[in-house]
């Protein structure tokens, strides 16, 4: 612990440890051998580090990169190994999984994975100093969000959604879009109990009593998505979207160890 603490040090944050313990994930106790927070003190934020020492094999830092305040941390349980990139994006100290299609081994690599297909393909005519920053010729990114520019794209003006925000199932704040447009994807029943959803075809095979457990709404999961005008979020600067963008999620979700977060919106 002491060298995962001096790897923490260089980025400039502080790290805590505890014991696993269930946790209350999605309206029900979990038990999750490694978990990552970001919690806050007294003192501010800190990285809160909960593991069951006899079934995580290894925790080890694989790299650090004190300048830009981000560190790859790796886990193995089971002879499965995790990856997770930790750092600080404009105001706040983060954590995101990366996923296990791509075993990365530094913070480049790992910030790389992160960016979904269609951000890869048009960075591809972006200088390579300029891929990492919020903006560049490609696409805006807030967060775990990219905005996509897109050109003669004709959409229904009475379907377009105002000051409508902008989700993923695990919660957390939502990003407020001032217009957004959305169609397609599959509907899915979202509740507290359920919260990727489930299809029609699932809710209709649960019984009154089961449904009757929770609220549920009704929502789509994995639409196309175009925002235009401003895009807030009290963590992070307004972003203006100047036309139609495409959003698109980062791949975290499709990391093991990010298995509850799925797009919805």
């Known amino acids: 612990m002491e060298l995962l603490e001096r ?9 805590k440890f505890d014991e696993a313990a269930p946790r209350w ?3 029900r106790w979990t038990w999750r051998s490694l978990a990552l927070d970001v ?4 003192k501010g934020e800190f990285f809160r580090i909960s593991w069951d020492q006899k079934a995580v094999e290894e925790l080890v830092v694989l790299d650090v990169q004190p300048r830009d305040r981000h560190l790859l941390l790796l886990s193995r349980e089971n002879g499965r190994k995790h990856r997770f990139l930790l750092g600080h994006d404009e105001r706040h100290w983060f954590v995101a999984g990366i996923p296990e299609a791509t075993p ?3 913070v480049a690599g790992a910030k790389l994975a992160l960016k979904p297909e269609a951000v890869l393909a048009r960075e591809a005519r972006v200088r390579h100093k300029e891929r990492d920053r919020r903006q560049n010729a490609a696409r805006i990114r807030q967060g775990e969000w990219f905005f996509v520019p897109v050109a003669d794209i004709k959409l229904n003006p009475l379907l377009v959604l105002r000051n409508e925000p902008l989700v993923r199932s695990h919660g957390g704040k939502p990003h407020m879009c001032e217009q957004l447009y959305r169609y397609g994807g599959e509907t899915v029943y979202v509740s507290l109990g359920v919260p990727n959803g489930l299809t029609e075809t699932e809710y209709g095979h649960m019984s009154e009593r089961e449904r009757g457990r929770w609220s549920w709404r009704i929502m789509r999961r994995n ?19 100047d036309g139609w963008h495409e959003v698109f999620s980062n791949t975290e979700h499709l990391s093991e160890a990010m298995r509850d977060v799925v797009f919805l919106d």
Do not use: E
């Open 104 to 106: 990365v081994s530094r």
């Open 223 to 241: 639409p196309k998505v175009y925002a235009r005008g401003r895009v807030r979020h009290p963590d992070h600067a307004t972003v203006t979207l």
């Open 7 to 15: 790897a923490f040090q260089k980025i400039g944050a502080r790290v």
């Open 25 to 27: 994930i999605g309206g």
């Open 39 to 42: 919690r806050t003190d007294a």
